[in-house]
């Protein structure tokens, strides 16, 4: 990939939609160790601002997401698949090593936060347990 196809990689990853094919050219991508130190950066901006985009919406929504099982149930699935794609950005190979640990030690342990917060809004608003049953369900499995 070119420096330019690269830029718009990274520019379609910062859209709110998973783009698997954007994601499997990046993976299959050979890069230029110069080209890499300027567009590693860039990369890992845009995970960063996408992982943060995901937390907002779902903090932001927490009124609808416990207004509906149904609704509850979708969202958590949509995170999750949010968070796989992540997953994945992190592990690009154009990403030296000791950034590719941080990062996905900051998705690990702030998705699990968001899980925590999101079981105990729902243990206050819902006595049955079936909000929060939905959310332990629903937590992602993470790979090591």
Do not use: C, H
Request: no cysteine.
């Amino acid at each position: 990939m070119t420096y330019e196809e690269w830029l718009s990689s990274i520019e379609e990853i910062n859209k709110t939609s998973i783009n698997m094919t954007v994601l499997e050219k990046m993976k299959n991508a050979e890069i230029n160790m110069n080209i890499n130190e300027m567009l590693y950066p860039k990369l890992v901006s845009a995970i960063r601002n996408r992982f943060t985009n995901s937390i907002n919406k779902i903090i932001n929504s927490l009124d609808i997401v416990f207004s509906d099982k149904n609704y509850l149930d979708l969202e958590l699935l949509n995170f999750k698949k949010e968070l796989k794609f992540l997953e994945e950005l992190t592990r690009l190979k154009q990403i030296p090593d000791e950034i590719k640990i941080d990062l996905f030690s900051t998705l690990v342990n702030e998705s699990n936060n968001i899980y925590n917060i999101l079981e105990k809004e729902a243990n206050k608003i819902d006595y049955t347990g079936v909000y929060g049953s939905i959310i332990r369900n629903n937590r992602i499995k993470w790979s090591e």
